[in-house]
């Protein structure tokens, strides 16, 4: 098997908001193996936008914490396997995916922490537990 693998990343950590993540990890798999791991800024690229950066980066499958429905749709367009809902050491969730141990929820929502009201009619709430944000969080 070879891929390529991307983790939202901050501080050595699965970073809990796809849209807003600021780097990814990206590990270079090969015989159930990480071969290279690098770092990547994403310089301000956000939300829908992110799912063409990690196809451009050659990024088969990714490993996050809270995703917006827009955001699972567009990876899903890009080819791109979803495995949402998990927190924790971003290298440890990429061993246990190698492991077949990885503990995801397929059917993650945009349940994330500090998140602040960015749409602008104080009304989204998305740091109160589960809502299922849709695409609006992405």
Known sequence: MKMKIAVTYEEGKIFQ????????KIFDLEENRIRTEEIIATNGT????L???????GVEALICGGIGGGAQAALEQAGI????GVS??????VRAFLDGTLSYDSNVHCDHHDH????????HGCGH??????????
Do not use: I, M, V
Not at 46 to 49: L, P
Not at 51 to 57: D, R, S, V, Y
Not at 81 to 84: I, V
Not at 116 to 123: N, R, T
């Open 17 to 24: 908001h796809f849209g807003r993540t600021e780097a990814f």
């Open 46 to 49: 956000g939300h829908g936008a």
């Open 88 to 93: 924790g050491d971003a290298d440890e969730a």
């Open 51 to 57: 799912a063409g950066f990690l196809k451009e980066q």
């Open 129 to 138: 537990g589960e809502h299922g944000c849709g695409g609006s969080c992405a």
């Open 116 to 123: 602040h009201d960015h749409h602008g009619d104080g009304e």
């Open 81 to 84: 396997r979803l495995y949402g």
